[in-house]
């Protein structure tokens, strides 16, 4: 009788306060505790939606970045650059780009050379503010690119990081393994990879007793039931999939404790139970305990005395949003004793109807999409979203690995760890479905913060503030090397406007906020306190970077060799026939614009041997990264990255792979740089000619660049002419027109059929496109995301058949 009146109460409160923005003054912890949660900076998150999950040498990968504002999924309006990288199998960072935000909305994309070695590349993008936090929520995803399975000889030392062996973990509910309390233990096995592997076996007692048999049920997660003696110890038997066979010790048990649980297969409510052992209980019989529940930066309390030894209540889910919560129990002296994560589905994703204008198409007739876009409460709502038309017979796809904005805003981006299949909890979501999911929340730690942190009332420093616009910076100084303190330099823009800034006690001075795309060309002037320009100024042209973190095996391959080689295949086809219209995508950086006939006359000789090939600065341009201009430009020469020194030999006389790699060097003005210079460092805008010498005994590339110029710093006195790359500016996809009929006799091997980065649904819930099919037939795959001003995701997938 009295537990159930316990249980009542307890009910009552929850049900009083639940999720409402917390008011410190009604929580039962300490207030200011509560409120250095509460007051936690808000993080970002960003997620990318893709064309397509995998892509040949020569495509280009176009993508719409969505970042909201933590857990509340809301449209960020915090920052307003986002930071986007390539990085190579060898994590070295090959194009990176900044993205202008606009209400947490920008898209971009990434050109690759015909030349680009096969191998998992990565996608990064952040923002700066995101690095204040202990563990940044950078979005990252594998991009496979070319056959994989048959990759040159790299440096990927670091590439994968493995376990010798199959491993296991166990993992008690709360935390905790108390005598005398029935607990559910989770489990996860992996192999060597990290990847979830089956495993079956025992548990035994410390007399070898068999107290139960247990075995994985999906991706190696399982649990079971124990009930610990005082006085016992237990392990586990194991035997894995792959033959091998394993002794495992459980965690320790506490021979006095307590112990938290939940419930979470109800759709409407999660059931807590927090039951004491007698030795705890009797010493701290009537002793106030408090229980958090934290979700989407709102928490709650509930406050009850310890005067059972078993205290429930429910969590009534519906004023959540979908995602993470975490429920923790806290001492009387405000210490926390267990903790839970549960995952809750309130199916309050936007509904994203899709119409087509024929239910069955032909190959090249033109197809009519409309889509209409319905909230919870089914009101048609005005939302951001993002249109990708992929042939599924040329890009096949593993819905259960794919990444989503659902699976990565809701799930991914909160736990720590490998989250393998993502998708599977979000497709076609069953009873099944959701006690696997409940594994993975058994399973995985919570990254938003730590409670420690809390309960010192310790605020994360804040070392990076929001970016809003591209930032110009450098130092002043004088002539003869002092800083420049209180003086006054002066940036005039190509429009001839002028702005002026301060210099601080170390001469250092920055333009921020600034708005431009692509690259542009500015003026730098400074005069010292007397009015005189005859201060040094030096520009600063060199970007903070995070670390970049090595990939792990866990992150699979997005495609099979038998799939990618099919892909190169038809990727190849596409482009050649791109190529003969103008629009190869894979030579997309820029039209070099020939200004006249005059011929640029190569030099001869150098120190190195014969010039092979001379560039004139008329065919490098003014603008991107130096390496991925030269790529169409050089004649048998590729590059392995930015900063290797190793360059390929074409071999005209050869048959099959003609490409070596061999050492070379990097000369600039004459000076030979190290072997760990970046090509990337030098400005285009600055290079007056390069020379290729492809002798085998001293191959070299030659820069001649503008005197006076350093490739990471420029320094002139009184007067600096700069060239600052600003916003990346999107190209367009290129959406071929079939309504005449000479554009029908050339073959169209599209792989990726139709991409629209900036769809918006009207005040009516309704958008509409159309595009043009390809030759392929078969299912055609339109995948739609996004999301509305109220946070509330959104996604569809839809299939027709073209026959």
């Not at 700066?128 to 000889?153: A, C, H, L, Y």
């Not at 210490?335 to 087509?356: G, H, M, W």
């Not at 429009?495 to 906020?513: E, L, P, V, Y």
């Amino acid at each position: 009788m009295y537990k159930a009146l316990c249980s009542i109460i307890a009910f009552i409160l929850c049900a009083n306060v639940a999720f409402s923005q917390a008011d410190s003054t009604k929580l039962n912890i300490s207030d200011t505790k509560l409120k250095t949660l509460l007051s936690l900076p808000i993080t970002e998150k960003a997620y990318l939606h893709f064309d397509k999950p995998y892509y040949a040498p020569g495509d280009t990968i176009y993508f719409k970045a969505y970042v909201t504002m933590g857990e509340r999924h809301e449209p960020s309006k915090i920052s307003g650059v986002l930071h986007a990288d390539l990085i190579d199998p060898a994590n070295k960072i090959q194009q990176s780009v900044k993205l202008q935000l606009v209400n947490g909305i920008s898209w971009g994309d990434f050109t690759l050379p015909d030349s680009l070695y096969n191998g998992n590349y990565r996608i990064r993008v952040y923002t700066q503010w995101m690095r204040n936090s202990t563990d940044p929520i950078f979005f990252e995803q594998i991009i496979s690119v070319g056959d994989i399975k048959n990759t040159p000889n790299q440096n990927t030392s670091n590439q994968y990081i493995k376990n010798n062996k199959a491993d296991i973990a166990f993992f008690p509910e709360g935390g905790n393994l108390v005598a005398g309390i029935s607990s559910n233990i989770a489990f996860k096995a992996i192999d060597i990879n990290g990847l979830g592997i089956n495993v079956s076996g025992i548990i035994v007692d410390s007399d070898s007793k068999q107290i139960i048999s247990i075995s994985s049920i999906h991706l190696g997660m399982g649990s079971f039931y124990l009930t610990p003696k005082s006085g016992k110890s237990y392990k586990a038997i194991l035997a894995y999939a792959d033959g091998s066979k394993a002794t495992v010790d459980l965690p320790m048990i506490e021979q006095r404790g307590i112990v938290l649980s939940v419930n979470n297969d109800s759709i409407a409510k999660a059931s807590v139970s927090i039951e004491a052992n007698k030795a705890y209980y009797d010493e701290n019989h009537d002793k106030d305990y408090t229980v958090i529940i934290y979700a989407a930066g709102k928490a709650t309390s509930v406050k009850y005395k310890l005067d059972n030894p078993i205290i429930s209540f429910d969590i009534m889910k519906r004023r959540l949003g979908t995602g993470i919560a975490m429920v923790t129990l806290f001492s009387p002296a405000n210490e926390p004793l267990c903790e839970r994560l549960i995952f809750v589905q309130n199916y309050d994703q936007l509904s994203l109807a899709v119409k087509t204008d024929k239910p069955v198409y032909g190959p090249k007739e033109k197809v009519s999409i409309n889509l209409q876009a319905i909230n919870r409460v089914g009101e048609l709502t005005t939302g951001q979203f993002s249109v990708s038309v992929t042939d599924e017979s040329k890009v096949p796809i593993d819905e259960k690995n794919e990444s989503t904005i659902l699976n990565n805003l809701l799930l991914i981006s909160d736990l720590k760890g490998y989250i393998e299949q993502p998708n599977y909890y979000f497709s076609n979501i069953s009873e099944k479905i959701s006690h696997d999911l409940d594994l993975v929340m058994l399973t995985h730690g919570y990254r938003r913060f730590q409670w420690k942190h809390i309960l010192n009332e310790s605020q994360p420093s804040i070392k990076y503030q929001p970016e809003k616009g591209i930032e110009i910076n450098g130092i002043a100084n004088s002539l003869g090397g002092k800083p420049l303190v209180n003086g006054t330099v002066s940036l005039i823009s190509p429009a001839d406007q002028i702005m002026s800034q301060t210099t601080d006690d170390k001469g250092i001075f920055r333009f921020s906020n600034l708005i431009f795309t692509d690259t542009a060309k500015f003026i730098l002037q400074a005069v010292n306190r007397k009015g005189k320009n005859t201060t040094k100024l030096t520009y600063n042209r060199t970007e903070n970077k995070p670390y970049i973190t090595s990939q792990i095996a866990t992150q699979q391959d997005t495609a099979t060799s038998r799939i990618m080689s099919s892909h190169i295949e038809n990727a190849t086809k596409q482009n050649q026939q791109l190529s003969k219209i103008g629009k190869l995508k894979g030579k997309m950086l820029k039209e070099v614009m020939i200004k006249s006939n005059k011929r640029y006359t190569p030099k001869m000789t150098t120190r190195y041997g014969v010039a092979d090939q001379t560039i004139p600065a008329e065919q490098i341009g003014s603008d991107g990264q130096l390496i991925y201009k030269l790529m169409p430009l050089l004649r048998g020469v590729r590059f392995v990255s930015a900063s290797s020194i190793e360059v390929n030999f074409y071999k005209p006389e050869l048959t099959g792979p003609s490409f070596r790699a061999v050492p070379f060097k990097v000369v600039v003005n004459d000076v030979e740089m190290d072997s760990q210079f970046n090509i990337n460092s030098i400005d285009p805008s600055q290079v007056e000619n390069i020379d290729i010498v492809r002798n085998p005994l001293s191959p070299a590339i030659i820069f001649t660049i503008q005197q006076g110029v350093n490739p990471r710093y420029i320094t002139s006195i009184g007067i600096l002419p700069i060239t600052v790359n600003g916003f990346y500016k999107a190209r367009e996809f290129y959406s071929p027109k079939y309504d005449h009929q000479d554009n029908n006799k050339d073959l169209d091997y599209r792989s990726t059929i139709f991409w629209k980065p900036n769809l918006i649904t009207d005040k009516d819930g309704n958008a509409s496109f159309d595009y043009y099919n390809a030759d392929g037939t078969g299912n055609y795959r339109i995948v739609i995301e996004g999301f509305d001003g109220k946070g509330n995701l959104g996604r569809q997938v839809y299939r027709y058949k073209v026959q």
